[in-house]
């Protein structure tokens, strides 16, 4: 159980710095969501929470912090919609591949948004609503948050601002990195047509988009990527694949040459953060369909 004695001034996450100096801020943040970051005895969850001196900081095993939260009831699936995890502020759902997130200026009428209100007004009245707090590409799969209150709303994008969230995705890549692990940093830029291109880091609009990536698997011609965003630009990750030499398999527009599984093999696979109303940290997974 690695600890420390806090600092006047200081946040948590220095002095997790001190306690684990070779770990990057994303595996320092991953210990706080879930739950494994301990003041005085307590479970503290927000990286910029200032101590004081003498307080003692903790890491306690991943099991421990387990132990004390638990991880969320599942509920059952419904038409059309498949929930993962449902309650009075958050509706988690797997988004299918080829679904748009929201609708566009086009008003397209099914969307993973509108199925959400629809299964929130069935099962809670004509006025219940779900807002959205963010999105995927439609050609990407897996774990995706809704909102029930504009309260919760507010404060789930308040912890993807920040980077507080912990985002991990699975991809099949057409070839396999150079490097088995690394970091891709760009900086693109949108326009009006939702086009994405990468550019100079002074251009004006660009955005940063920070994504470490991790091989667990390849045979020569196709490889399994891990990959965890800092960042949530659209297509970041099939442009930092793309990158890299290896696109995204199915993904034609950065590159790739072959489709045999009839979609871009692109699937967000577990969400952490802090829940909205109780601050407890929870995680969410969904099964990877092209790998099952």
Same mark, same amino acid.
């Given at each position: 159980?690695?600890?420390?004695?806090?600092?006047?001034?200081?946040?948590?996450?220095?002095?997790?710095?001190?306690?684990?100096?070779?770990?990057?801020?994303?595996?320092?943040?991953?210990?706080?969501?879930?739950?494994?970051?301990?003041?005085?005895?307590?479970?503290?969850?927000?990286?910029?929470?200032?101590?004081?001196?003498?307080?003692?900081?903790?890491?306690?095993?991943?099991?421990?912090?387990?132990?004390?939260?638990?991880?969320?009831?599942?509920? +059952?699936? &419904?038409?059309?919609?498949?929930? =993962?995890? @449902? !309650?009075?502020?958050?509706? /988690?759902?797997?988004?299918?591949? *080829?679904?748009?997130?929201?609708?566009?200026?086009?008003?397209?009428?099914?969307?993973?948004?509108?199925?959400?209100?629809?299964?929130?007004?069935?099962?809670?009245?004509?006025?219940?609503?779900?807002?959205?707090?963010?999105?995927?590409?439609?050609?990407?799969?897996?774990?995706?948050?809704?909102?029930?209150?504009?309260?919760?709303?507010?404060?789930?994008?308040?912890?993807?601002?920040?980077?507080?969230?912990?985002?991990?995705?699975?991809?099949?890549?057409?070839?396999?990195?150079?490097? +088995?692990? &690394?970091?891709?940093?760009?900086? =693109?830029? @949108? !326009?009006?047509?939702?086009? /994405?291109?990468?550019?100079?880091? *002074?251009?004006?609009?660009?955005?940063?988009?920070?994504?470490?990536?991790?091989?667990?698997?390849?045979?020569?011609?196709?490889?399994?990527?891990?990959?965890?965003?800092?960042?949530?630009?659209?297509?970041?990750?099939?442009?930092?694949?793309?990158?890299?030499?290896?696109?995204?398999?199915?993904?034609?527009?950065?590159?790739?040459?072959?489709?045999?599984?009839?979609?871009?093999?692109?699937?967000?696979?577990?969400?952490?953060?802090?829940?909205?109303?109780?601050?407890?940290?929870?995680?969410?997974?969904?099964?990877?369909?092209?790998?099952?």
């Amino acid at each position: 159980m690695p600890g420390t004695e806090g600092k006047d001034g200081e946040t948590l996450m220095d002095a997790l710095r001190r306690i684990h100096p070779d770990s990057s801020t994303g595996t320092l943040r991953r210990m706080l969501t879930q739950g494994r970051v301990h003041v005085d005895g307590a479970s503290v969850h927000a990286a910029k929470t200032e101590l004081s001196a003498g307080q003692t900081v903790e890491v306690v095993a991943r099991t421990t912090a387990s132990e004390q939260h638990p991880a969320p009831l599942k509920r +059952p699936k &419904g038409p059309k919609l498949d929930v =993962l995890f @449902e !309650d009075d502020a958050i509706l /988690v759902v797997d988004k299918p591949a *080829g679904l748009l997130s929201v609708a566009t200026n086009k008003l397209e009428d099914d969307t993973l948004h509108g199925r959400c209100v629809a299964h929130v007004r069935a099962h809670h009245g004509e006025r219940a609503w779900v807002h959205v707090v963010h999105r995927l590409d439609r050609e990407t799969s897996g774990v995706m948050v809704f909102a029930r209150h504009v309260r919760h709303k507010e404060e789930l994008q308040r912890q993807f601002a920040d980077r507080d969230v912990h985002r991990i995705y699975r991809a099949l890549t057409e070839g396999c990195p150079e490097d +088995p692990h &690394g970091t891709v940093v760009a900086h =693109l830029v @949108e !326009d009006s047509h939702l086009n /994405v291109r990468e550019v100079k880091s *002074g251009f004006r609009g660009a955005r940063e988009a920070i994504t470490h990536y991790r091989v667990l698997d390849e045979d020569g011609l196709v490889a399994d990527v891990e990959l965890l965003i800092e960042t949530g630009r659209r297509h970041q990750i099939r442009m930092a694949m793309r990158k890299l030499g290896c696109p995204i398999v199915g993904d034609a527009l950065h590159g790739a040459t072959a489709d045999p599984l009839g979609r871009v093999a692109l699937h967000a696979f577990a969400l952490e953060f802090l829940h909205p109303e109780s601050e407890e940290p929870v995680r969410f997974e969904a099964p990877v369909p092209f790998l099952t």
